[in-house]
């Protein structure tokens, strides 16, 4: 990474970058915005978190054994590059905390991958600014009855974490044109398919 550059990733880009490497080169490099706002579920995803501090879900706090909590906290990380706004701080009697985000979405038996790197993102945001442990996360589901799954972070989600801001900053600043995604349907829903090289 170029020192004189100083970048900071949001879990929003790391998305992006997740759905194709390519977003990060239209975006960030061409500075070619995609009109998400016309995008239904990006809205109701937007929307929700308004919704979300006047519902104030019950998730089980007992049972995680939270003694405070923080909403809505916006921090930065210089130690990875990283910055955003976790939805839920929980912190927890091990002495341990928590991110806790909420989804506009239903849970069907699977955690995307998404969704874990988006929360180890929230991770190590956590540790950096609280010093304190952070093993796990809490997703809550909202269109599944506010549904609320566990996870376990390993060294395996942070690394995926560090390598992926890594590389959307090498992207940004060094003008890199990525491969494209792998998943080729996402291509033809794609608001850049019109410029993209096939």
Known sequence: M??????SITPSTVLEYLYCPRFIYFMEVLDIPQNEETRYKVMEGRNVHKIKALSNAEYKRKK??????????????NTYNIHGIV???????????????????QFKDKIFKTYRIQ???YALMIKDNYGVQVNKGYLVYTRSKNHVEELIFTDDDFNSVKEIVQNIID??????????TRVRIR????????????
């Open 119 to 121: 929360s180890a993102m």
């Open 87 to 105: 939805d839920e701080i929980l912190f927890i009697s091990d002495g341990t905390a928590a991110p806790l985000d909420y989804k506009f979405a």
């Open 187 to 198: 291509c033809s829903d794609c608001c850049y398919r019109n410029i993209c090289i096939k």
């Open 64 to 77: 995680i054994n939270v003694i405070k909590k923080e909403i809505n906290q916006e921090m930065y990380s």
């Open 171 to 180: 992207i940004v600043t060094k003008n890199i044109f990525p491969k494209r």
């Open 2 to 7: 170029d020192t004189e550059v100083k970048l």
